[in-house]
Every structure is written in structure tokens, then in C-alpha cells.
């Protein structure tokens, strides 16, 4: 199913930030993305949604290539993704990626996570890097952690710690790969509220989560994935009122009512 233009020009009539044309990716025998075809604007915040194994996160990697694709194309800001190389390195500053299970230096402090991409990556001069980085860990709420190192800090707060090294690098995307599910059920507000926020300063964003509040908060739009398609895609209120595929039908009523 591709998208309707309607869609596509709610946050922003311009070019789409993002756009995927008839991707298709197999692991063996296994079709993981078929023929996914995607215009995300910029500013606008997509919510992936779907049952396990659907494709979800495959999707959501294939947009910095961390996961290769076997036809079909990808662009960002009207740019193919690069294959390798320093043009793929520069590619990952402009995505910033937030995975479930941190991917913190674990013998760096928090500041200096946040430092090293800005120095190493985007030449910024080491003053400079370390004001941004202090900046940034108060505005998602560490400010005080930065000191320590991250397996003093709770799931949360390090997970927190990687939104603020992603945004450190001035990401045109940030990509969130179910960013709360390895996280305590008490730690999940904090990091979802941190993403709402930057959802409300319009920074674009694809998510893949499990938590259906955040998709109906603060989504400009949903998509239904099953066996590697997208299955159905609407505005959080449509899609969560009035699902209209079976397969959306059922995962919701699984999800929702128990």
C-alpha cells in the first residue's frame, strides 16, 4: 500500500525527508521487507507498529544501513544512502539511532559519551563538544550523571544518555528501535517523555515501540507492518479508532484489551 499524498504533506509540503521505493530484503528464504514503499516528511514523527517478527526493526535499520537491502532505494534529503565508507560514516552522523539496549562506552563517562561522535565524527573542537553534550543531558534530565560512568546509572537514565549522544551529532532523522523494551516498567515514562518532547520541536522521527500511548500522543502517523509489508497506515486517532485490516483488527484487539 503506498501512501497517499494527503499523508505525506502533513507536517511539511517539501520534499520528503525520507524515502524508501520498493524495498525488499531477504534473510535466506525468510522475505523480510517486501516491496516497502515509504515518504516520511520532515518533522513528522512515524510510529511502527506490529507483531514480532513483522519487520519492523529491519525497516527501521535499513534507514542508516545497518541493515542492506537487496533492491530497491533509499534516499535521505535526496541523497541514496552511501554503501560504505566515510560517505556512510557522515550518513550515520545525519541519523541518529537509539537502540533497546543502549550501546553505551561502558569505561567512558556520560559526558564523554556524548563527546566522542562530536570530536571524532564531526570535527567539533573539544570545548564546544563538551558544552553541547552538557546541554543535552540536561535537557533529556542527566545532567547530574555526568560524571559517572553508564553502569552507575539506571536502565532509564541510560537510555536517556543515548538520545542525548544521538542529538549531539545534529541528526536531520533520529531512528528509535524499541528504545523502552529493555527497560524496567517504571523507567519507560521517563524515556518516552524525553522523545515526546522531541516530537513537540519537531524533530523527524521513526519509531518502533510497543507502547501504544506514546504511538497515540505524539505520532503524526502510524504504520501496521505483518510478514514484512505495511499492511495499513493512518493518523494515530483513525488507526486506533477505526482499524480497517483484519490483521490490524486482531493485533489490536490482542494488545489493547487485556
Do not use: W
Amino acid at each position: 500500500m503506498t501512501d497517499s499524498p494527503v499523508e505525506d504533506s502533513t507536517p511539511a509540503a517539501a520534499a520528503p525527508l525520507v524515502v524508501l521505493s520498493n524495498v525488499n530484503k531477504h534473510y535466506g528464504a525468510l522475505h523480510v521487507l517486501q516491496d516497502i514503499d515509504l515518504r516520511i516528511a520532515q518533522g513528522e514523527v512515524v510510529v511502527l507498529i506490529g507483531p514480532s517478527g513483522s519487520g519492523k526493526s529491519t525497516l527501521c535499520r535499513t534507514i542508516n544501513r545497518l541493515e542492506t537491502v537487496d533492491s530497491g532505494t533509499i534516499t535521505i534529503d535526496g541523497r541514496p544512502l552511501p554503501a560504505e565508507g566515510k560517505d556512510l560514516a557522515r550518513l550515520r552522523a545525519e541519523v541518529g539511532m537509539v537502540f533497546q539496549g543502549f550501546n553505551l562506552f561502558a569505561h567512558k563517562t556520560v559526558l564523554e559519551n556524548v563527546v566522542i561522535g562530536q570530536v571524532k565524527v564531526r570535527k567539533v573542537p573539544r570545548p564546544q563538544a563538551e558544552r553541547t553534550a552538557r546541554e543535552l543531558l540536561d535537557r533529556v534530565g542527566v545532567g547530574a550523571q555526568a560524571d559517572k560512568f553508564p553502569a552507575q546509572l539506571s536502565g532509564g537514565q541510560q537510555q536517556r544518555v543515548a538520545i542525548a549522544r544521538a542529538l549531539a551529532m545534529k541528526p536531520k532523522v533520529m531512528l528509535f528501535d524499541e528504545p523502552t523494551s529493555a527497560l524496567d516498567p517504571e523507567m519507560v515514562n521517563e524515556v518516552l517523555e524525553v522523545m515526546r518532547q522531541l516530537a513537540a520541536d519537531g524533530m523527524t522521527m521513526v519509531v518502533v515501540t510497543h507502547e501504544m500511548g506514546f504511538a497515540r500522543s505524539a505520532a503524526n502517523r502510524v504504520l501496521f507492518m505483518a510478514d514484512g509489508r505495511i499492511v495499513e497506515q493512518n493518523t494515530p486517532d483513525a488507526f486506533f479508532t477505526a482499524p480497517r485490516s483484519d490483521r490490524a483488527k486482531d493485533f489490536l484487539s490482542k494488545i489493547l484489551h487485556h
